[in-house]
């Protein structure tokens, strides 16, 4: 399976600021995810990283607020924009590497506090 | 009712002992069925994926699913400590994952 990196591994931030977090696939992948994980819920999509275009967002989650970028086959990136100490979860990277329903595979996510 | 439902934990077992691991979910739509494993401060593992019900085997672990229950388990035989973490079962519909909360799993020495 791909090796998937995610940068920072974690960090602490003031209410107000913006986060962007970066996710690196050792080969192209067809599809990118980013999740959410909060303590004792379940993952949850924030939306589908497309490659050259707008990102696919799921319910509850809007692109002001968590602009994702992807522009090749290998990279993509999700900011977290002016946080709130709502925000402080573990943001996961996520890709599935051939079409149809094959499983995704994780990065080790990127573990935001904030203050 | 949640769509996939996991008993949260922990589950504490003896080394040696035969661990089991289950989800019930209320869409038949579900078509594929997965396992991760997650470690503290690590993302989550892929175990185990099937799309039939019946058991999937791999080493000590056994995936089983129930479709007509709508009901899947996870076995792990002669559990080890560094078989302790977080277990997420997950399911799969129309290209979108919908995942467990994960039971928590403590192998005791």
């Known amino acids: 399976s791909a090796v998937i990196s995610q940068k920072p591994s974690r960090d602490i931030c003031q209410r107000g600021t913006s986060l962007t977090i970066q996710c690196q696939v050792d080969s192209q992948v067809t599809m990118m995810f980013w999740y959410r994980q909060q303590p004792g819920q379940s993952l949850t999509l924030i939306a589908t990283?497309?490659?050259?275009?707008?990102?696919?967002?799921e319910s509850g989650f809007v692109i002001d607020k968590f602009p994702i970028s992807r522009p090749n086959l290998t990279f993509s990136t999700l900011t977290v924009s002016n946080m709130s100490p709502e925000d402080s979860s573990i943001y996961l990277c996520s890709v599935r590497v051939s079409g149809g329903n094959q499983p995704q595979h994780f990065g080790d996510g990127t573990r935001l506090s904030i203050l | 009712q949640k769509e996939v439902e996991q008993d949260p934990g922990p589950l504490s077992v003896p080394e040696g002992a035969i661990v089991s691991l289950n989800c019930t979910y209320s869409n038949s739509a579900f078509q594929y069925f997965m396992w991760y494993r997650q470690y503290s401060r690590k993302g989550p593992e892929l175990l185990m994926y099937?799309?039939?019900?019946g058991n999937k085997e791999d080493g000590r672990f056994t995936a089983q699913v129930d479709k007509s229950s709508k009901y899947i388990s996870l076995f792990i035989r002669d559990s080890q400590p560094s078989d302790s973490a977080t277990y997420l079962c997950?399911?799969?519909?129309?290209?979108?994952?919908?995942f467990g909360k994960g039971t928590r799993l403590h192998i005791l020495p």
């Open positions: 099937t799309y039939s019900s």
């Open positions: 990283a497309n490659q050259g275009s707008e990102a696919t967002y």
């Open positions: 997950a399911m799969s519909k129309d290209d979108k994952i919908i």
